[in-house]
């Protein structure tokens, strides 16, 4: 099959032919229809994830049919349109008895503990526990959608957040998962603040129901910005980009007694973070992490997007093939984009 192949990190992938995958006893390869590109894979790219081994294939937001089954799978057969979280679970620990498989860990992640989706084909663990099924009228390129930015988004403002309607959220950095934070707050009744750099992202979060926008390149101090325009801060406050200054502005953003939750990954390579708990102790905050969504969590927002609740679809703003992937990959660290860009292997 063909894939994006790195040799060392931080130079240039190649595509090139590598052999197929097989499945495991309890696994599945499934031939991948769509995948997204998003910036965690720069950042395995760069050599921020210490799981993944070299030669390495990146890809974890995919979405595709099942090409083969192992012998102990139980609940699919080959044909089956599925996707998948990043996350996939061991499904028998203490930690997913409880139902959190999106911290499972014995967890597995396409694209990082093993080859991923930037490939004609991938193979995935735990078959009966992780994939979820593709509704006929969603197309893949949605459906990829999914698995990273958008069900991280989905339960990190419903569940860990527990945003309710009427509250104010600001969303820190308008890339994929910011914009699906956007559009997942504003659906719930929420009023959003986007804030971000580029004009055109800010565009697209107004398009997907932002309030108020705020131009970080443009603003002196965000979070006072945000203060401002929220009546003395936000109820919630989201990283969706993950940095120092998007997390210190976060924290800064909320009113007393908020709720900040941090989702974009902040790498080591910028060393430990620091965070203004001065302000959180006087404030009484609340700092929130957020990592995933498990599969068996998956219905209530495929429900939403089939009634048109959630428009995921929209999110989806240009579409590559494998030729086109490894230099996209370099640029997403320094030029991240709006909105998701969709890889279609087989183009």
């Given at each position: 099959m063909r894939a994006v192949v790195f040799e060392r990190y931080g130079e240039p992938a190649e595509v090139r032919e590598v052999p197929d995958p097989a499945p495991s006893a309890h696994g599945v390869v499934v031939r991948v229809e769509a995948t997204g590109l998003c910036r965690s894979d720069w950042h395995g790219w760069q050599g921020h994830d210490p799981d993944i081994?070299?030669?390495?294939?990146?890809?974890?937001?995919?979405?595709?049919?099942?090409?083969a089954v192992g012998a102990q799978v139980t609940r699919w057969r080959p044909g089956a349109r599925v996707t998948v979280p990043f996350v996939c679970a061991c499904g028998t620990c203490p930690t997913c008895a409880a139902g959190d498989h999106q911290i499972c860990p014995h967890q597995t992640q396409p694209g990082f503990t093993h080859w991923g989706s930037f490939a004609e084909y991938v193979a995935l663990e735990h078959a009966d526990v992780n994939l979820v099924a593709i509704p006929d009228d969603l197309s893949h390129a949605t459906a990829a959608a999914l698995g990273c930015r958008f069900a991280t988004a989905f339960r990190a403002v419903v569940q860990q957040g527990r945003l309710a309607a009427g509250e104010w959220v600001a969303v820190h950095g308008c890339g994929g998962v910011g914009l699906s934070a956007v559009m997942?707050?504003?659906?719930?009744?929420?009023?959003?603040?986007?804030?971000?750099?580029?004009?055109?992202a800010l565009d697209l979060a107004r398009k997907f129901g932002a309030?108020?926008?705020?131009?970080?390149?443009?603003?002196?101090d965000t979070a006072e910005a945000v203060r401002e325009l929220t009546g003395g801060g936000a109820h919630l406050s989201l990283d969706a980009l993950g940095s120092p200054v998007t997390c210190a502005a976060s924290?800064?953003?909320l009113r007393r007694r908020g709720r900040h939750l941090q989702v974009g990954l902040l790498p080591s390579a910028d060393g430990t973070t620091p965070v203004p708990m001065a302000r959180a102790i006087a404030l009484e905050l609340e700092l929130l992490g957020s990592h995933g969504m498990a599969a068996h969590t998956y219905p209530p927002m495929l429900e939403l997007v089939r009634a048109g609740v959630l428009r995921p679809d929209l999110l989806v703003t240009s579409s590559i093939d494998l030729a086109a992937t490894p230099a996209a990959l370099a640029a997403t660290g320094t030029a991240p984009g709006a909105g998701v860009t969709v890889i279609e292997p087989w183009r």
């Open positions: 081994t070299l030669p390495h294939v990146p890809g974890h937001e995919l979405a595709g049919v099942i090409e997942i707050a504003a659906a719930s009744g929420a009023r959003v603040v986007a804030v971000d750099v580029s004009p055109r309030a108020e926008c705020v131009n970080a390149s443009e603003t002196g924290v800064g953003s």
